[in-house]
Every structure is written in C-alpha cells, then in structure tokens.
C-alpha cells in the first residue's frame, strides 16, 4: 500500500535554485494538494488540483508552480528558491468526497 | 484563516479516555467537521470526520452538539502512541485549514 509518496525525503538548497518536489499517488484520486508546514504551526495549503489539467491556488501560492498531466502526479516546482521557503512540505490526495491522505514529507532548508 | 478553537495542550493517563474539544461557531451548514492528527512531523493522518450527527469508527468517535457550534473528539483508551497533535478542521469543498491543533501528551 503505497498511498501518497514523496521525493526526495530532505533536500537543502542555495538562495536562488530551482528544483521540483515529486507527489505520485496509487489510488485513484482526483484531488490533489500541496501544502507547506513551519515549525509549530499548521499546514497551509499552496495549490490544489481537482483533475488533470487543472490547478487552483491556495492560501500561500506566491514563489511556487504546479502542474498536474496525469491523475497520479502532482509535482510542485520552486523556481527561485528564498530562505522563506524553508519548510516542511505535504502532498495530498482525496476522491471528491472523501478524507485526504498525505504523504512523508519534504524536508526542505534553503541556505 | 481557521474557523475552529483548540486548547493548545492537555494531558492524559494511558488506558483512560481522552476528550479533546473544538469550538466552530462560525461553520456553515454544510461544513464538515474533520479530526486529523500528526505524530512527531509525519504526514497528518484522518481519524474521523461528521456534519450533524455523531460518529463512531475503529479509533475515535466524534460527538457534535446539536447546535454545531463544538464537537469533542473522544479516544476511548489512550495509549502512549496517541501522543501527538491533533487539528480539529471545518471542511468545506475539500479545502483544509488547518489551526495549531492541541497537543495530547498521553502518560504513564
């Protein structure tokens, strides 16, 4: 049961260079969804998916870009990476109506 | 922003039941109250999810007042891996806004 997978696990990066986190999903779903995590605070949501083709923002969308060609991929891409962005990020996946299931994480740390 | 109110920490014995309540006056009719938790900095794990009427599975139930203005998640017999953070959420069209959550620290 390979649910939600994320990769790479840890990755740290120099101020200004790009990289893409990976999200693949074994279960069907059509939603999918992003979030970023900072220490002791809540996730929160920086795009989603609802199918193939389509992406939406969320609350923090600012310095990220997603795109989603198949129903089981959902890689979020950092184009200029900024001590900001250092975090904690989440990947995501639910049916229309169902709970979302979340991956392990990428720990992420921009020097 | 989130819609519900958490208490920031509570404690409980092993092998007692632990409460853990929620505010969400503000949640419209059709919002549904969702209970995720995460251990240590893992990905958050579902546990239990309602909109009116109270909700039982294999780890929680969840009991939502009549007026829908709070709900208590309830863990019948704590053990010491229930220790983590649990997000009380209102979920509407499958976005999730997640609080600071509550702390469960579960003793011995």
């Known amino acids: 049961n390979a649910g939600v997978t994320q990769t790479p696990k840890f990755r740290i990066l120099k101020i200004g260079q790009s990289m893409t986190l990976q999200c693949t999903q074994d279960m069907n779903h059509n939603y999918m969804y992003w979030y970023r995590q900072d220490p002791g605070m809540g996730l929160k949501l920086i795009y989603y998916?609802?199918?193939?083709?389509?992406?939406d923002k969320g609350e923090v969308p600012n310095g990220y870009n997603v795109s989603r060609s198949t129903t089981e991929d959902f890689p979020l891409r950092l184009e200029l990476a900024a001590p900001s962005q250092t975090s904690v990020y989440f990947c995501a996946s639910s049916s229309p109506s169902g709970p979302q299931h979340f991956g392990d994480g990428t720990r992420l740390s921009i020097l | 922003d989130a819609k519900t109110t958490q208490p920031p920490s509570m404690d409980c014995a092993e092998g007692r039941a632990a409460n853990l309540p929620c505010n969400h006056s503000t949640i419209s009719g059709n919002e549904y109250v969702y209970w995720y938790r995460q251990i240590h900095s893992q990905g958050p794990q579902y546990i239990i999810h309602?909109?009116?009427n109270n909700e039982t599975n294999e780890m929680a139930s969840l009991i939502i007042t009549e007026d829908r203005k709070s709900s208590t998640l309830i863990l019948p017999h704590a053990t010491l891996r229930d220790t983590a953070v649990y997000y009380c959420i209102a979920e509407y069209g499958n976005k999730l806004v997640f609080g600071a959550g509550t702390i469960l620290r579960v003793k011995s």
């Open positions: 309602g909109l009116k």
């Open positions: 998916s609802v199918g193939a083709g389509i992406t």
